[in-house]
Nanobody
């Protein structure tokens, strides 16, 4: 059974940093592109970043580009999202998801096979 588990969320002041982690099990981690998504109340789920299965390519949505960094450690079956210069607008539930590498790496929710339960990030003023 595939499990995807996020951790590292919490409450942080604007301008601060958080590092999210996502560990997957029950799959061959190196065969999957990994994405980070977020969803705030009243908004659609938004793709934040994606990293290809080997870590060779990364992608970011414009709103986080330059502030967030995605990375992965395939030996640990883990993908990370380093979030710096956090803004109030970054407040959301953050999700990690896996997408078969043959399908590609995308910031759309479409095509991601496995999802975590989410971890809450709240940025205060």
């Amino acid at each position: 059974q595939v499990q995807v588990v996020e951790s590292g969320g919490g409450l942080v002041q604007a301008g601060g940093s958080l590092r999210l982690s996502c560990t997957a099990s029950g799959l061959t981690f190196g065969d999957y592109n990994m994405g980070w998504f977020r969803q705030a109340p009243g908004k659609e789920r938004e793709g934040i970043s994606c990293i290809t299965s080997t870590g060779g390519n990364t992608y970011y949505t414009d709103s986080v580009k330059g502030r967030f960094t995605i990375a992965r450690d395939n030996a640990k079956n883990t993908v990370y999202l380093q979030m710096n210069s956090l803004k109030i607008e970054d407040t959301a539930m953050y999700f990690c998801a896996a997408r078969t590498k043959s399908v590609g790496c995308a910031l759309s929710t479409y095509g991601y096979s496995y999802w975590g339960q989410g971890t809450q990030v709240t940025v205060s003023s």
